[in-house]
């Protein structure tokens, strides 16, 4: 069965460093998801992205952040200065129309020391 | 505004005994609602999604509008059903984004 997969799978970085993630939906969905989990607390929504431009964002996704699929199989996530705060795990998720469910790739642990 | 509520952050059950974890949501509009599971290290899964109406692993959930409430049960509870379960909401018939509850693990035991 084909699944979304994230690369790294666990990143280390320093604070004001750029990081990038990166993410390979299923090859036949057409909408994509970041969402993150701060430890200890809830799985919260980034960002989605449909026929290459954001569909939706929440206020976490401010100017530090951008998404692109930078080719026909991946989606990235860039954090362009991090911060402590942004240590979380991250998820991307993409979806099948019109069953609309969200398929999620394992997640990437990122740490900013 | 969305908002899905887990009042449970552990809920411990002996082997054979019934599960109900409990989810609540507050949505406007026509809302779809799920049940995520997170195995130890593994990716978020769906369970089951209130449309389907399916049985998945012997767990059932029923979408009560008038209580705002998608409350996932099991009647005998099995010691791989320990994992971390996530309510979640998103609108109806859409692409759009998951809003999820905090989180209820489950813990069975023999």
């Known amino acids: 069965e084909p699944e979304v997969t994230q690369t790294p799978s666990h990143q280390v970085t320093q604070m004001g460093q750029e990081v990038i993630l990166r993410c390979v939906p299923i090859s036949n969905h057409l909408y994509f998801y970041w969402y993150r989990q701060i430890l200890g607390q809830k799985v919260e929504f980034l960002v989605s992205f449909y026929n290459n431009e954001i569909s939706e964002k929440s206020e976490i996704f401010d100017d530090q952040f951008s998404v692109e699929r930078p080719d026909g199989s991946n989606f990235t996530l860039k954090i362009r200065s991090t911060k402590l705060e942004d240590s979380a795990m991250y998820f991307c998720?993409?979806?099948?129309?019109?069953?609309?469910?969200?398929?999620f790739g394992p997640g990437t642990r990122l740490t900013v020391t | 505004a969305q908002r899905v509520t887990q009042p449970e952050k552990l809920l411990s059950v002996f082997k054979g005994a019934p599960v109900e974890l409990k989810c609540n949501y507050s949505?406007?509009?026509?809302?779809?609602l799920f049940w995520y599971v997170q195995y130890s290290r593994q990716r978020l899964q769906l369970l089951l999604r209130?449309?389907s109406r399916e049985s998945i692993k012997g767990f059932t959930a029923d979408l009560n509008k008038g209580e705002t409430s998608f409350h996932l049960k099991k009647p005998f509870a099995q010691e791989e059903d320990s994992a971390m379960y996530y309510c979640?909401?998103?609108?109806?018939?859409?692409?759009?984004?998951?809003?999820f509850g905090t989180g209820t693990r489950l813990q069975v035991t023999l």
């Open positions: 949505y406007s509009g026509s809302p779809e």
């Open positions: 979640a909401l998103t609108v109806a018939g859409t692409a759009s984004k998951l809003t």
């Open positions: 998720a993409s979806v099948y129309a019109p069953s609309y469910e969200q398929y």
């Open positions: 209130h449309i």
